[in-house]
């Protein structure tokens, strides 16, 4: 079977400054990877190259075994199949949660808006959300926010779900709610790409942990190898890093 | 220790300082009324006893001659209006449109953007009256066919030109205030470039520019004074006729009234505004 998503070879440089040297990846349909690395390493990157937010400086990256860094893919077409999270949630601020979550259906898809509004209000309904559909995101917290986040992506029933650090911006006793909702995608089946600093999470929901390291992904497995048994000395550093920051 | 009890009374050292900031206040309100007061006393005087007073009292505040030139001059007033109110429902559809062009960042549309920028220099950077001149003599020279010889609709064109080139600028800059973060959202959702701007972008930099936008509106209400220079039969026209029939200047007294009158209101919508937006951004308000 062929992958869902493959990355080949991928460099993105900033004014000269390599961020990803030649990422391998394959990601086959209802699989979990996560990604892990020290800040700076490059994950967000990466998700904004799959996203197209990026454009890659070399190497390829195929979905569902179509080129979508082929000059001649249309953007628009390819982010309209991936679903994307972003760390401080960006919801729009001028909309209700509502209105967020139904503008892609809509203005993209082309869902009558009653239709739109059902289904939007359906998975509202599914994460808890229901009650806050004619709010504005300012008046909710940060958990709810980023749930919102979550449904809008989820509205367009993408193939691809890319979350970057989804529960970094929020408060502790916040991050649960949200990892929750991300369980349950998983459940669903929902082929997902998260960077996360949250290790024990990681080790529970991915299928396979991707460890990035200056723009290297230096070592790729199962949980349980990642972290009982690190091949490369650097993850095992940085793993002891972690660990010992969250001992403090 | 002190236990805790449900209900609250207020206590001594809570009362005394209420007391005190009442008092506070009463004394504050007692100086700001005298203050007042004392100064329009020792203005008036200052001028009702100035030695050009009586001169002065007659050429600008004569009852007869406001009285005789009032109903021309508000009748002149109405052109104003209709100036104003024409070049603003133009002016706000040209000036999001330059806006917006600015920021297309396909080559193919190059040309345009080019276009867009040169526009915004060369009207920003010619005074309004120049402007109003130019288009004023200079269009109708031209002879051409369909070019229009109306001297109101000349003015029109000429305000909005110049002032189009200004709000472009204030909603481009509004169109910056937009996080890059909330672009990515949209553009991640599928949306194209036109799309984001459509539904995301331009209706929070739209309101962000509110304040500054009427305050151009105030002043583009004191710039249609302009279309007289060409020949329009405004307020500040009809005075001057008026003035000089009367030989007296309170017809201009009369046409600044009713200035200030119009702008006043749009002054305070402002100002509401404004304090609005601030409020919206202050803690607890959101973004
Ligand atoms: N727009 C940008 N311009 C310049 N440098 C950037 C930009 N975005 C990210 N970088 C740099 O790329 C590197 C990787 O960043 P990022 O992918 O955000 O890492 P991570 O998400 O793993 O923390 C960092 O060194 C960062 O400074
Ligand atoms: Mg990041």
Redesign the interface.
């Known amino acids: 079977m062929s992958p869902l998503l493959r990355v080949e070879g991928l460099w993105k440089l900033y004014h000269g400054n390599p961020v990803l040297r030649g990422i391998d990846l394959d990601v086959n349909a209802h699989e979990v990877v996560c990604l892990i690395g020290a800040s700076g390493s490059g994950k967000s990157t990466l998700l904004r190259c799959v996203n197209l937010l990026e454009t890659a400086d070399d190497g390829a990256i195929f979905l569902e075994g179509e080129e979508i860094t082929d000059v001649r893919a249309d953007p628009d077409r390819v982010r309209r199949g991936i679903g994307m999270v972003f760390q401080a949630y960006n919801l729009f601020p001028h909309m209700t949660v509502l209105e967020n979550v139904t503008l892609a259906p809509v203005r993209v898809h082309g869902r009558p808006r009653a239709e739109a509004a059902e289904l939007g209000r359906e998975l509202l309904a599914r994460f808890g959300l229901l009650d806050k559909a004619g709010e504005y995101p300012d008046r909710l917290s940060g958990g709810q926010q980023q749930r919102v986040a979550i449904v809008r992506a989820l509205a367009v029933r993408p193939r691809l779900m890319l979350l970057d650090e989804v529960t970094s911006a929020l408060d502790p006793e916040l991050v649960l709610e949200v990892l929750g909702v991300i369980r349950e995608l998983k459940e669903s089946g929902m082929t997902m790409i998260l960077a996360t600093h949250e290790m024990g999470f990681a080790r529970d929901i991915a299928d396979t942990v991707c460890f990035l390291d200056g723009g290297v992904l230096l070592e790729k497995g199962t949980p349980e190898q990642i972290f009982t048994d690190p091949r490369e000395p650097r993850t095992r550093e940085f793993l002891r890093r972690v660990l010992d920051a969250r001992r403090l | 220790m002190s236990t805790t009890t449900a209900v609250w009374e207020k206590s001594e050292r809570q009362r005394e300082r209420e007391r005190l900031r009442r008092r506070a206040a009463v004394r504050s309100g007692s100086i700001a009324t005298v203050s007042t007061v004392v100064f329009v006393v020792i203005a008036a005087w200052a001028i009702v006893n100035s030695p050009g007073w009586p001169r002065v009292k007659e050429t600008f505040f004569s009852g007869e001659a406001f009285a005789m030139s009032f109903p021309e001059v508000l009748a002149g007033f109405w052109k104003n209006v209709q100036i104003f109110v024409i070049a603003e429902l133009l002016i706000l559809p040209l000036g999001l449109l330059v806006a917006v062009v600015r920021g297309l960042k396909t080559p193919v549309f190059f040309p345009l953007r080019a276009l867009a920028v040169a526009y915004t220099d060369i009207f920003r950077g010619t005074p309004t009256l120049l402007v109003v001149y130019l288009i004023g003599f200079g269009l109708p020279a031209l002879n051409l066919k369909g070019v229009p010889s109306d001297p109101m609709v000349l003015a029109v064109i000429a305000l909005t030109l110049s002032y189009g080139a200004y709000v472009a600028e204030v909603f481009r800059a509004g169109i910056d205030t937009v996080h890059p973060?909330?672009r990515?959202?949209?553009?991640?959702?599928?949306?194209?470039h036109l799309?984001t701007m459509r539904?995301?972008v331009l209706?929070?930099a739209v309101?962000r520019v509110a304040p500054p936008l009427l305050n151009d509106f105030v002043s583009l209400q004191k710039d249609t004074a302009m279309a007289s220079v060409i020949g329009v039969i405004e307020a500040l026209r009809q005075a001057q006729i008026d003035a000089g029939k009367m030989f007296n200047y309170t017809p201009y007294l009369v046409a600044a009234l009713l200035f200030v009158a119009l702008t006043v209101p749009m002054a305070r919508l402002t100002d509401y505004l404004a304090a609005r937006a601030t409020r919206r951004r202050g803690p607890g308000?959101?973004?």
């Open positions: 973060s909330q990515a959202a949209a553009r991640s959702l599928g949306l194209g799309q539904f995301v209706p929070q309101r308000g959101g973004v």
